[in-house]
């Protein structure tokens, strides 16, 4: 996915927001234990860069995220997880005292029947 794929309005700029949530996954899909720029996480979410990099400073302030300055370059990476989806964690709640437990797959299997 690329920022072409997103609407943007009449002056450029993204019509859509991001939600901490959906940050918190792109960092969780992409990051593999590497920090990820500004623009490499703009790429993914239908939000201009600037807003975008305003909204990572405010989730560093707040713990979500770590943060290195490079010069006039910024890395990020996820200081927390992001949170679990809904019927997944109705799923593990229901399994949570069987003797025996699913794998990540087949939870993922039963929610996809």
């Not at 859509?16 to 969780?28: C, G, K, N, P, T």
């Not at 990476?77 to 997944?88: F, H, R, S």
């Amino acid at each position: 996915m690329s920022s072409d794929d997103f609407a943007r309005e009449g002056g450029g700029e993204f019509s859509e927001s991001a939600s901490r949530q959906d940050i918190l996954l792109v960092f969780d899909r992409l990051a593999d234990e590497e920090p990820l720029t500004t623009a490499e996480v703009a790429e993914e979410l239908p939000i201009g860069r600037r807003a975008l990099h305003d909204r990572l400073e405010k989730m560093h302030r707040d713990g979500d995220l770590g943060k290195k300055d490079f010069g006039n370059r910024v890395v990020w990476w996820a200081e927390v997880a992001p949170e679990l989806d809904p019927e997944l964690a109705d799923e593990l709640d229901a399994t949570a005292d069987e003797d025996e437990y699913l794998s990540m797959d087949e939870l993922d299997d039963r929610l996809h029947e």
